[in-house]
């Protein structure tokens, strides 16, 4: 059955199709991250993990709009949410053409969008990605056309819409990115040093190493600050990305900017609220200590009283005097691979006898490039997540600094 081409029926199939039913969302996450991430998609939504299919890197859960515009605006951990339209066989360009061409695209994207398709194939008879490129827009194309007259032109600019389509094994998936950027895009500029930490993987990094039940985070090894940064922004609400910055699913047809707004002002965090009693961010390297500063100016915790900022040596340091090491956090980011002394300790040897010394009793989330560094930290590991920074494989170590 062909639509109508009147805005009136368009606006009623929106409410009913896409405002009033259940949809499949799909969360990118970073590698070996997957059930923190589901943890606190949980917690934001009020569900269960047990709810959601969790598979390798990524998330598979069931909600309405509202669900994935707060996903999107609270959540701190994924690195991207897509939304399900639909799934389909197809081995040849014909038939590819056609089956995109009856997926009601008026529902979800305006005719008068720019936008991008994303394509990777594997194991299918349709593997050249220009090629599928060129057949979904076509299909895109055809159902929206007759749309253009209908729909007013929007008066602002748009953002990019990102159609997604994943072949494997003949068998197509097109998802709607809602998110737009990538949700490591916080809203405000950030600057950063070399070899940058994603503000999702800190995050993950940090949620992973309980740090919902701690006061106090210590990072000697700032670099660009992005630890601390995660840190005070999670529990600062008025600082949360849906306050400061756009997503991609505000440019649907089903969006409703008052439901939005009425959403932001009434979020509420979904974790333990212990108030923060210290961030204490250190490096060695003037410039970080000052890309650290600046990026704190940036999202107005420049003058925080519980922010610590300090050009220091790590190993110069220890648990401030009458600090509880059972709520207190060192989250590191060592550089990697660099040795010390040709003879001597290696540099993770080096931080896990500090730590074993000034740290007792604290947790810790320390950064290792391979398993040879987490042998040679030699602390009682709780947990090990391999996963991706800047495209190499590292690993993650966990635990409680052994102490009397």
């Known amino acids: 059955m062909k639509p109508a081409y009147e805005l009136s029926a368009l606006e009623r199939r929106i409410r009913q199709k896409v405002q009033g039913v259940q949809h499949n969302f799909w969360v990118v996450t970073h590698p070996g991250f997957e059930k923190t991430v589901a943890k606190e998609i949980a917690q934001i939504l009020g569900t269960s993990t047990a709810d959601m299919q969790i598979g390798f890197g990524g998330i598979e859960f069931t909600g309405r709009l509202e669900d994935c515009w707060k996903v999107n605006a609270l959540a701190r951990t994924p690195s991207r949410v897509s939304l399900r339209l639909d799934q389909f066989h197809a081995t040849q360009f014909p038939e590819l053409i056609r089956k995109v061409a009856e997926i009601p695209w008026e529902l979800y994207l305006s005719p008068h969008s720019d936008g991008n398709i994303n394509v990777t194939s594997r194991q299918s008879k349709l593997i050249h990605t220009d090629a599928i490129e060129e057949r979904v827009s076509a299909g895109i194309m055809m159902r929206l056309a007759p749309w253009r007259d209908v729909i007013p032109t929007p008066t602002r600019p748009a953002l990019p819409q990102m159609v997604l389509v994943r072949f494997e094994n003949d068998r197509c998936t097109i998802s709607l990115d809602s998110s737009g950027e990538l949700l490591f895009k916080r809203g405000f500029d950030k600057f950063t040093e070399e070899a940058p930490l994603r503000d999702t993987l800190a995050a993950c990094i940090l949620r992973h190493g309980r740090f919902d039940s701690c006061t106090q985070l210590i990072d000697g090894m700032s670099g660009s600050g992005t630890f601390g940064l995660e840190a005070l922004l999670s529990r600062t609400l008025s600082k949360a990305p849906g306050h400061v910055r756009r997503f991609a699913f505000e440019e649907w047809p089903g969006f409703r900017p008052q439901a939005y707004a009425h959403m932001l002002k009434n979020l509420a965090l979904p974790m333990e609220t212990q108030p923060i009693t210290s961030i204490i961010c250190s490096d060695t390297d003037p410039k970080a200590v000052q890309t650290i500063r600046t990026n704190f100016d940036a999202i107005g915790a420049g003058q925080a009283s519980v922010v610590r900022i300090a050009q220091n040596d790590f190993f110069n340091t220890k648990l401030p005097l009458g600090a509880d090491p059972a709520t207190t956090l060192v989250a590191l980011n060592p550089p990697y ?46 947990s090990q997540i391999i996963t991706k920074h800047g495209g190499l494989e590292v690993g993650v170590v966990f635990g409680w600094v052994p102490g009397e």
Do not use: M
Request: hydrophobic fraction near 40%; charge should be positive; charged fraction near 15%.
């Open 337 to 382: 691979g660099i040795r010390i002394a040709q003879n001597g300790p290696n540099l993770y040897q080096r931080i896990g006898l500090h730590l074993r010394t000034n740290y007792p009793k604290c947790l810790f989330a320390i950064i290792c490039p391979t398993s040879e560094e987490a042998k040679d930290l030699a602390l009682p590991v709780a």
